[in-house]
């Protein structure tokens, strides 16, 4: 599926979506980053509106100028962190939990599936993936508040 420096013409429509062309029609597509998540960079997939491959970069330095301006633009954009300063509510639904969170930006409420879980790494930083795709990070969960301690507990190890 990986063509060569000349083969990936990639542009932003009119509305400012990311497309990439080929022959005659242009395809809107998002990024998304492949396992492992260690090389930003590397393994980056390009879907369609039907989450379907369009194209995979195995390494964003072997594209040329204008696509590496092009998807790290797009990865900027697609990659919100909101930090997290207080966690006020975590409830649990049918197939669903929710988060009532305090950000750096303001209060927030996101919901994630049941079976997806907060990820401790090891330097201690937790970091919730929401439905949409945005990244809760959460630096010190230790130094949070009791309330937010008590709240998250049941969720880490």
């Known amino acids: 599926m990986n063509k060569n420096k000349n083969e990936l013409n990639l542009r932003r429509g009119k509305n400012g979506i990311l497309c990439v062309s080929h022959e005659s ?50 990865l900027n954009f697609s990659q919100f962190v909101l930090k997290v300063s207080q966690v006020k509510k975590i409830e649990e639904d049918i197939e669903l939990r929710q988060f009532h969170v305090v950000t750096e930006q303001g209060e927030r409420v996101f919901q994630t599936k049941l079976e997806d879980w907060p990820e401790v790494l090891e330097s201690g930083i937790i970091t919730i993936q929401d439905l949409a795709g945005d990244i809760f990070r959460i630096e010190d969960w230790q130094s949070l508040d009791f309330k937010s301690k008590k709240e998250l507990s049941a969720y880490i190890s």
């Open 25 to 74: 029609s242009d395809t809107e597509v998002s990024i998304k980053q492949c396992f492992p998540w260690s090389g930003p960079d590397e393994f980056l997939s390009l879907r369609d509106s039907d989450d379907n491959e369009v194209y995979l970069i195995k390494d964003i330095n072997e594209l040329d100028e204008t696509s590496q301006r092009l998807i790290q633009e797009e």
